[in-house]
C-alpha cells in the first residue's frame, strides 16, 4: 500500500502575457476598439470586462491539467459540465500488475493528523481494501468485479479541459472554505498556480485563508 498526497501539472506550455493578448484582441472587437491596442493595454482592459461580468470573451482561451486526486474528489469535478474529462479507469486498470507497483495507491486524508486515531482507523481500512481487492483477482474476479471494494480514497488521475470562464466558476465554488476538505486542498493549489501563470484573470477569486 502506497500512501501520497494530492498534486497537479499544467499538461501545455501557458503564456500567460500572450493569452492575455490574444483575449485582448478578440474582446476589443465588441466595442470596435481594436485601435486602442497598446503594448500595455491588455490588463486593464481584461480587468475591466471581468469588473462588468463580461466573461465570455475568456471563454476563447482553455488550459488543461492533469490531477492526481482520490476518486471521491473526481466524483465533484466530472459535475463541472463545460469542460473534458479523460480518466484512469478501474474497469481497465488491474493494480496487482507490475505498472502499479502491484500495490494500491492512496491520497492520504488532509483533516487528519497521521498520529490522530481517525488516521489509524482510516490507514486499517485502507489495508483492508487493498487485501480484499487482490483476494479478489486470486479468486478469478475481473478488475472491474474487484473495484467494487475499492474506496473513495484510491489514487486516480484525470485530466481536465476547461476554458478560462469555467475554471473561474471552478474556483469560486471549490477554493472556498464550504468546498469539501479534499477538494479545497487540490483547488486551492490550483488556483496559485493560475495566478501565477496568468495574470488578471484569476487575481480577483479569493482562496480559502483569504478574505
Known sequence: MKLIDPSHEFLQEIDGEEMLRRLERVGRVCY??????????RRTFLAGLLARGHE?????????????CD???THELVRHRIASYSQESTRYCNYSRDQFGS?????RPCFWREDAQAYGIWEDAMRAAENAYFRLLEAGASPQEA???????????????????????????????AAHPQMRQVACALLADFRQRIPVLFDDIPAENEP
Not at 32 to 41: A, D, F, P, Q
Open 32 to 41: 470596435k476598439s481594436e485601435g486602442r491596442i497598446t503594448e500595455t493595454s
Open 56 to 68: 465570455s470573451v475568456i471563454e476563447h482561451e482553455k488550459v488543461t491539467v492533469r490531477l492526481i
Open 71 to 73: 476518486r471521491g474528489v
Open 103 to 107: 500495490e494500491l495507491t492512496f491520497i
Open 147 to 177: 473495484r467494487s471494494v475499492l474506496p473513495n480514497s484510491l489514487k486516480t488521475e484525470i485530466v481536465t479541459t476547461m476554458n478560462l470562464r469555467e475554471w473561474r466558476h471552478f474556483f469560486r465554488l471549490r477554493a472556498v472554505p
